[in-house]
């Protein structure tokens, strides 16, 4: 679709550009400091270039209004106007008192038909400039979302034209708003798909080893299952997409114990958290699969007994969190090829969707960095922003 | 003094606070233990943190300084220091804790967001942090002089280079710790020589304090200004002067001062008789009752807003814990504030000849060497000048953070720890530099005008912000512009000399009386004007400042 | 882990993949609409937390507040010393701690409050908060 968009904007900026820019072409040919065409298609790109980013929040009011004046702008008409389905989201320039009313009910063969239309007005105020209009609709997937309506004081081919490219410049970025949305839709919908994606590996070795204690040591046993109900429970959770720090370092502990059932001595576990940084809020479940990744490691390369080191230290604005095992490794390739999302379904699935919500929560600032190399262990640290808008726990 | 057992007492604090700074007092423990890891700070701990962190130069040294100089309406200094504790804990603790904000830009952007307000908030974080800076570093210039003889620039480059070096060798890592053992050091490091400077005192037959002002002589006394001075006289002085006063040479011959200016040269020595009523050298504003409210005013409500202070709150798990904690600090740094008037009051006594050179704020460092002398006197005043540095660094090292996690964020170009490390030295360089070319200002006077700032911008943002829904983005940035600009420009011209005397002085020297009510206005007045600009997500922001986290956290209640 | 096993270590970063962070007006409206039906309790909650603000303060401008009044009445400076150094941090504390009780007394009823509801959890408008 981007694709799309700069296919439709090319052609679409250049004729606009060649309109504005004919208007003073013959004062002077060629100049090192730009033609007159030239700077009328600079103009036009950066009028265009403005008109954007509202419209990339979709179809409303609040993006309309703040868009109107530079499109209009963009087609030198004395009026423009922004219409959605139901009614006049904002009207630009001379005579809404005049066609305000009417608006709605010149465009509604063209909500159903899609096709762009032109139409005389009649006033009685002989001082209104607006004597026609033509009218655009905006699409998104072929359906008509709403319509743009151009104003002139006669009829004009070149006007109709512009509209037209306009239009449907328009439409390009209502499509990308709507893929906007469509793709934080997807990650909201990977993150809940991910408080689901507790493997099936881990419920049934927890509860075998659960059960190898039942008869040798009841009291164990029963403080294990409480555990093993409390990690699923906050696993499980329904509300909210963040999480306290403390509360995900609590959720790994009690990971920890589950696992330690299994493996006793063959895992060391080391802890070191600042206090000052348990209050932050950060995205749920997204330290978990890191400590998992480092166990799987730390116990698979291990000859002896696996370390892990888990360390949350206050860095200023930010946590750090550090994530260390002096297991098997990886190969620095191989886990470039994971974090590409190229690695297939063997292993790193995990690594890959913290790293992705990560730098959508944060930015790209923020990503996973991993110090790893085959039979080297591996280091993974996280740093959490204290405070970020909209994140809270 | 011994300089020895002084100089061992300085390096001891910042030893100290590098080693445990830089390598932290981190929580290294087996997973068995980490339910102990996993719990939050407590309201004690953080209290005693966040009083560690705030009792600065201006309460260890400051004050004392000041009584000595002023009398006793300098006390209004301490209780307007705890009474801001007050005013934050009624209006601002628990809904600041709850909007998850770490630094004032941070609430801003919560609030209104607003990257434009956002700026302009940092901005005057960084103004407010970096004036307050200046004179922990100028006490800091003064307490090695007077320990040990070292130039005025020695001190403020030394807590500089402490700082950047602690940040730079991990941020501070278990700050909590660090802050809180601070605040029992200094309390121990007032009250144990207060011990025995009242031993001292009752044992000199317990002369009551004189109340009236000026203070008086009690013995001969002999000044040497180090620094040539001006003397502002109101009444006239009789001297025994020793080099050159008023441009003319003097050889111990005696000499009437008559009201008015006199110039005072370096090296000269004034010989005082016993009961000379030593005049002020800085005399008080012509309306004390203004500035008495100029100070209540500032203090009261300027709290709230220092940078270091906010940024402290995070560290509580929730709000009610901040709500508690806050009464903790009330009561932690309101016992401190018992102590600095007991040196005042003593330093009127023994020791007001420092009131004519300017160096009062010494006073707390020379009086047990005055009172109790020999090897314990030496012994008391390293403990001070250990407490004193303690203040210095750890006020000092909290703003820095402050203001460089600020520049880190909002000013310099790209976020991460790396910058954050570079954005140390940048943070405190400002205030270096200032605080070696301004002139002297008393040290609580100087803090006196942050708070002043502070309370003409950030109170009322802080306080409309949490409890009016009014409040727009136009709005804040016009309050922020007209009561805190204003409020700066005010305090830059007093500082710079520029004020007019009289009643202009007054006026420019305490702006928060009529600062602070121009920022208010002008954010109701702005927001009134411009209610389209109500921030869409108000409602949910003031439900999650004053909703119980118990609440907000079950899900099923109204969120 | 050994100095050894880190110097083999190489550094990965997953690529930049140019995100734009979740927009914010999405999260917060999803609040908002939760809290349209929670707004007149949140309301009632906050005018409590107000009034005991604003007594607190109240009580506190108008003892700590007359005070350089008072001393200028009485122009002795002894009481000034004994009021300023020591007396006054008492009354200070007290408000506070009457404040904090407060505060967390309105919390506590609110919570009552709002736990008799249904277990639907999303109170209607139609109750009266106070």
């Not at chain 2, 330093?347 to 020999?374: N, W």
Request: with cysteine; proline share 6%; charged share 20%.
């Amino acid at each position: 679709m981007t694709l799309a968009a700069l296919l439709f904007l090319g052609p679409l900026l250049a004729a606009a550009g060649y309109l504005l820019g004919r208007r003073t072409a013959r004062r002077a040919r060629t100049s090192d400091v730009g033609t007159p065409v030239e700077h009328a298609t600079f103009e036009t790109l950066h009028t265009a270039s403005l008109a954007a980013p509202p419209l990339r929040a979709g179809l409303t009011a609040e993006a309309a209004r703040k868009s109107a004046r530079r499109l209009r702008s963009l087609l030198g008409t004395d009026a423009l106007c922004l219409t959605d389905r139901d009614t006049v989201l904002t009207w630009d320039g001379a005579g809404e008192q005049h066609h305000g009313a009417q608006v709605m009910d010149q465009v509604r063969v063209l909500l159903d038909t899609g096709r762009d239309k032109a139409f005389a007005l009649s006033c009685d105020d002989l001082d209104c400039p607006l004597r026609w209009a033509v009218a655009v609709p905006l699409t998104v997937d072929h359906r008509v979302l709403g319509t743009l309506i151009a104003y002139a004081p006669r009829e004009s081919a070149v006007l109709a034209r512009a509209a037209g490219e306009v239009g449907r410049w328009v439409s390009v970025q209502l499509e990308l708003a709507e893929l906007d949305r469509s793709r934080t839709r997807l990650i909201e919908a990977e993150i809940k798909a991910l408080r689901a994606q507790i493997s099936p590996h881990f419920i049934f070795n927890s509860l075998a080893a659960i059960a190898s204690f039942v008869r040798t040591d009841p009291e164990r046993a029963r403080e294990l299952l409480l555990e093993f109900a409390d990690f699923t429970r906050y696993s499980f959770r329904r509300h909210g997409d963040f999480t306290t720090l403390a509360e995900e370092l609590h959720c790994i502990d009690q990971y920890l114990a589950l696992v330690r059932a299994r493996f006793g001595d063959r895992l060391s576990v080391t802890l070191q958290v600042a206090p000052e940084v348990l209050p932050v809020a950060l995205p749920f479940l997204c330290l978990q699969p890191l400590v998992e990744n480092a166990v799987k490691h730390g116990i698979e390369g291990a000859v002896g007994a696996g370390r892990i080191t888990i360390s949350a230290l206050d860095a200023g604005n930010e946590a750090e969190v550090v994530i260390e095992d002096d297991g098997a490794g990886m190969d620095p390739e191989r886990l470039r090829r994971v974090l590409r999302g190229e690695g297939g379904a063997s292993g790193g699935i995990g690594l890959l969707n913290v790293d992705e919500r990560l730098r959508q929560v944060y930015g790209d600032a923020y990503g996973l960095v991993i110090e790893t190399g085959v039979g080297a262990g591996m280091k993974i640290t996280a740093r959490i922003p204290k405070y970020r808008a909209g994140v809270h726990s | 003094m011994s300089q020895t057992y002084a100089v061992v007492a300085v390096t001891a604090v910042v030893l100290a606070t590098v080693l445990v700074g830089g390598f932290g007092l981190r929580i290294s423990r087996t997973t068995s233990d980490f339910y102990v890891a996993s719990r939050t700070v407590g309201p004690g701990l953080n209290a005693a943190a966040i009083s560690g962190e705030y009792l600065s130069a201006a309460s260890f040294l400051g004050i004392a300084g000041l009584v000595l100089v002023q009398g006793p309406d300098m006390l209004w200094y301490p209780v307007g220091y705890t009474a801001g504790y007050l005013v934050l804990l009624l209006f601002v603790a628990a809904p600041l804790r709850r909007s998850g904000a770490y630094t004032l830009p941070d609430f801003a952007e919560a609030r209104l967001e607003s990257p434009g307000v956002r700026r302009l908030v940092s901005v005057f974080v960084v103004g407010a942090g970096w004036l307050y800076l200046v004179p922990q570093l100028q006490g800091a210039g003064l307490t090695l002089k007077i320990l040990t003889g070292a130039p005025d620039w020695l001190g403020p480059v030394l807590v500089a280079a402490v700082v950047v070096v602690a940040v730079a060798a991990g941020g501070m890592r278990s700050i909590t710790f660090v802050q809180a053992f601070q605040y029992w050091l200094k309390l121990t490091a007032l009250l144990v020589p207060v011990l025995f400077l009242v031993l001292a005192w009752r044992g000199d037959g317990a002369p009551r304090p004189v109340y009236d002002e000026p203070a008086a002589l009690r013995h001969q006394q002999t000044v040497r200004v180090a620094d040539t001075l001006t003397l502002r006289l109101t009444d006239p002085l009789s001297v025994r002067a020793t080099g050159t006063v008023d441009g003319r040479p003097r050889h111990g011959e005696a000499l009437t001062l008559v009201p008015g200016e006199h110039r005072v040269e370096a090296g000269t020595r004034l010989a005082l008789d016993a009961a000379t009523r030593v005049p002020g050298t800085a005399a008080r504003t012509e309306h004390p009752l203004y500035a008495t409210y100029g100070l209540i005013v500032a203090t009261f409500l300027g709290t709230m807003g220092l940078p270091h202070v906010v940024v402290r709150f995070y560290t509580s798990p929730g709000g009610r814990e901040a709500r508690r904690a806050t009464v903790v600090v009330l009561a932690l740094i309101g016992a401190f504030y018992l102590l600095p008037p007991v040196y005042g009051a003593l330093g009127r006594l023994y020791a007001p000849e420092l009131a004519l050179t300017g160096d009062a704020d010494a006073a707390v460092l020379l009086l047990p060497e005055r009172l109790v002398g020999g090897a314990g006197g030496d012994l008391l005043g390293a403990l001070v000048a250990g407490g004193a540095f303690a203040a210095f660094l750890s006020t000092a090292s909290g703003l820095t953070m402050a203001v460089a996690g600020v520049l880190t964020q909002d000013v310099l170009p790209s976020r991460g720890i790396r910058h954050f490390r570079l954005a140390t030295p940048i943070a405190i360089s400002v205030p270096l530099l200032g605080a070696l070319l301004v002139s002297q200002v008393p040290v609580a006077d100087a803090v006196g005008m942050a708070f002043a700032v502070s309370a003409s911008s950030f109170c009322p943002l802080l306080v409309l912000g949490i409890w009016w829904r009014g409040l727009t983005p136009p709005g804040a940035a016009a309050g922020l512009l007209l009561g805190g600009g204003s409020a700066l420009l005010a305090v830059a011209a007093t500082v710079l000399g520029l004020a007019p005397p009289g009643l202009a002085h007054a006026l420019l020297a305490w702006p928060a009386v009529w600062s602070v009510p121009v920022g208010f206005l002008a954010m109701i007045g702005v927001s009134l004007a411009t209610p389209g600009r109500v921030p869409a997500g108000t409602n949910a922001a003031m439900t999650r400042f004053h909703l119980p986290e118990a609440l907000a956290r079950a899900g099923g209640a109204p969120r | 882990m050994s100095a050894e096993q880190a110097a083999r270590r190489e550094r990965v970063t997953g690529e930049p993949r140019r995100v734009r962070p979740l927009p914010r007006h999405r999260a917060q409206s999803e609040i908002d609409e939760q809290t349209a039906l929670g707004g007149a309790y949140v309301r009632s909650l906050m005018r409590g937390q107000f009034r005991a603000a604003v007594t607190g303060f109240v009580v506190l401008a108008l003892t700590v507040g007359t005070l350089p009044l008072a001393f200028r009445a009485l122009d002795d400076d002894a009481v000034t010393w004994c009021v300023l150094g020591f007396a006054v941090y008492g009354p200070l504390a007290l408000i506070a701690w009457w404040y904090v009780r407060t505060a967390e007394r309105n919390e506590r009823d609110f919570a009552r409050l709002v736990a008799d509801r249904p277990t639907d959890g999303r109170p209607t408008q139609g109750r009266r908060a106070e």
